[in-house]
């Protein structure tokens, strides 16, 4: 798999640990080719592999995933699948649960793992919230993927569903037409304690719907919405724009996983 680097400076190491005394072999620039020993590994913040292009080409070692981005040579395409169906589920289940709130469960009750339990306990997080949504509308597509594979935080959400799928979407191929029912989205809003060594430090995921008329909104549950809150994806997708230049916004496809 091909990456290109998104960052100014991004330092190429002899092994996978961002200390002083680990040596550093090279530097990539903004725009540097860099491409991997396989295939992207769930949840890893280190790729290893081969500099392409730049002052250091032709040298091996280990990156940081968060300051790489997925290198297309063509615009990327999602699966064929018919998204209204999802789009559906989306729309029913986040009018059905407006009135849930949001809580982070770091301590305490486990979030709700499914839609009874959600009823019963009246709050969830943001990668509850998306895991509930992604369990029906995997199993209405009759998708193969295990919903379980869902079932934890935001950033292996994202990056779950990027590795089986081949396709995680950032940066400069991160367009709006792109965004459709039963896509992930992951934002890394700001540097938290808690999502330190994530592979690409997300912080925050939310999921695309669709209204019977076409319309895209975003579905969330959020801290500042209040709790389950869906936002216009014309709303939405305008105050991130800062964030996907600097390629902390990262959406892929429930849709297109096998």
């Known amino acids: 798999m091909r990456f290109v680097s998104t960052t100014s400076a991004l330092n190429l190491r002899q092994d996978p640990r961002a200390s002083s005394d680990v040596p550093i072999l090279g530097e990539l620039r903004q725009g540097d080719l860099f491409e991997s020993d396989g295939k992207e590994k769930h949840g890893d913040p280190w790729v290893v592999g081969n500099v392409l292009s730049g002052m250091a080409a032709g040298l091996s070692g280990y990156v940081r995933r968060k300051w790489l981005a997925q290198h297309f040579d063509t615009p990327p395409v999602w699966g064929p699948?018919?998204?209204?169906?999802?789009?559906?589920?989306?729309?029913?289940?986040?009018?059905?649960?407006?009135?849930?709130?949001?809580?982070?469960?770091?301590?305490?009750?486990?979030?709700?793992?499914?839609?009874?339990?959600?009823?019963?306990?009246?709050?969830?997080?943001?990668?509850?919230?998306?895991?509930?949504?992604?369990?029906?509308?995997?199993?209405?597509?009759?998708?193969?993927?295990?919903?379980?594979?869902l079932s934890t935080h935001s950033d292996s959400q994202i990056t779950a569903v990027g590795a089986r799928t081949g396709l995680t979407v950032s940066w400069t191929w991160l367009q709006k037409p792109l965004l459709r029912p039963g896509v992930l989205v992951g934002i890394d809003f700001k540097e938290y304690s808690w999502d330190r060594n994530r592979a690409l430090d997300i912080d925050h995921i939310v999921m695309i719907g669709g209204d019977e008329d076409g319309s895209m909104f975003v579905s969330q549950s959020s801290s500042s919405g209040g709790g389950v809150n869906r936002v216009p994806l014309d709303k939405w997708w305008a105050s991130v724009g800062t964030l996907v230049s600097a390629n902390r916004v990262h959406a892929v496809d429930l849709l297109s996983l096998p």
């Open 81 to 149: 699948l018919d998204p209204t169906a999802a789009a559906h589920i989306i729309r029913t289940r986040t009018k059905e649960f407006d009135a849930v709130v949001y809580h982070l469960p770091l301590t305490g009750p486990k979030k709700a793992a499914t839609w009874a339990e959600l009823s019963k306990s009246g709050w969830i997080d943001c990668s509850g919230w998306v895991y509930l949504l992604a369990r029906e509308v995997l199993g209405a597509y009759g998708r193969k993927t295990k919903p379980g594979a």
